[in-house]
Antibody, heavy 121, light 110 residues
């Protein structure tokens, strides 16, 4: 079955960077985008960016331009999201999700369990 | 890109039906056949409920259905059950290869 396994929780100081990994199994990694979505405590879902796992093309929300870096390693079926210049309000659960593994590309469909990133001094 | 507009809360008694709306524009909800709905229980990852406006992935009960009229998509939950109490989010692509979520609706089963 399709699975996205994310790296563990992180605690970072303001101004630092964090890198979250997302390892995919159960489908051909390069067939679909990987999306990154975050959820601050008690808040809703916020789309951040996506990467075409085949070509490496990236689309990102204007809010995160210049601070988010997406990469992928097709040799290990993994995607990575790095967020720089962390602020207190970046404290959130960060999810990776497949862009269509079970919906033939029609939706952000299968999600990882999330990675809690806490920004604290 | 502003979030899609959802009512913050909805409620119904067991066995009843509830409809949650998701309003956008012709540049997102009204312009693409990719409207998606998710269910999220506290402390859990979102779960896909409806995709491509009306399609249900395998394993999702047919009590959940989706529709759209113009720039507003809707999720209807029929025959409410206690386990349907959760947060519900809509999602749509936008015109610039980006995606946008609704603000979320907390469904309470009375």
């Amino acid at each position: 079955q399709v699975q996205l396994v994310q790296s563990g929780a992180e605690v970072k100081n303001p101004g630092a960077s964090v890198k979250v990994s997302c390892k995919v199994s159960g489908y051909t990694f390069t067939d679909h985008y990987i999306h990154w979505v975050r959820q601050a405590p008690g808040q809703g879902l916020e789309w951040m960016a996506s990467i075409n796992a085949d070509t490496g093309d990236i689309h990102d929300a204007q809010k995160f331009q210049g601070r988010v870096t997406l990469t992928r390693d097709t040799s290990v079926n993994s995607a990575y999201m790095e967020l720089s210049r962390l602020r207190y309000d970046d404290t959130a659960v960060y999810y990776c999700a497949s862009g269509g593994a079970v919906t033939a590309g029609l939706a952000i469909d299968v999600w990882g369990l999330g990675t809690l990133v806490t920004v604290s001094s | 890109q502003s979030a899609l507009t959802q009512p913050p809360s909805a409620s119904g008694s067991p066995g009843q039906s509830v409809t949650i709306s998701c309003t956008g524009t012709s540049s997102d909800v009204g312009g693409y056949n990719h409207v998606t709905w998710y269910q999220q229980h506290p402390g859990k990852a979102p779960k896909l409920l409806i995709y491509a406006v009306t399609k249900r992935p395998s394993g999702v009960p047919d009590r959940f259905s989706g529709s759209r009229s113009g720039n507003t998509a809707s999720l209807t939950v029929s025959g409410l059950q206690a386990e349907d109490e959760a947060d519900y989010y809509c999602n749509s692509p936008t015109g610039d290869e980006n995606w946008v979520f609704g603000g979320g609706t907390k469904l309470t089963v009375l």
